[in-house]
């Protein structure tokens, strides 16, 4: 088993910045893919960004050019940049990771808030 646990998540006016966290650990021996799922209310959870451990990036198309993904593969963590945060982004953040790209959604974190309001 794989545990994940975010953090950064809050409130932040329209425009601004917040950078989410995510540790994994447990029965780790390679995560093929971590990465960033969000849900707002009364819609589906959605796919935000995800990395390889190549370091090969995925976006959705809403974020692009606002958000960034990282991570780094030695401490099992997956970082979400964003900013120029916009309202719509308003939503509970989830963090994800498989260990391979065939098992992809993987494991889930509890999610973290991240509302954007003025």
């Known amino acids: 088993q794989v545990q994940l646990v975010e953090s950064g998540g809050g409130l932040v006016q329209p425009g601004g910045s917040l950078r989410l966290s995510c540790a994994a650990s447990g029965s780790i021996f390679s995560l093929a893919v971590m990465g960033w799922y969000r849900q707002a209310p009364g819609k589906q959870r959605e796919l935000v960004a995800a990395?390889?451990?190549?370091?090969?990036?995925n976006y959705a198309d809403s974020v692009k050019g606002r958000f960034t993904i990282s991570r780094d593969n030695a401490k099992n963590t997956v970082n979400l940049q964003m900013n120029s945060l916009k309202p719509e982004d308003t939503a509970v953040y989830y963090c994800n990771a498989a260990p391979s790209i065939t098992s992809w959604p993987g494991y889930w974190g509890q999610g973290t808030q991240v509302t954007v309001s003025s």
């Open positions: 990395i390889s451990s190549g370091g090969s990036t």
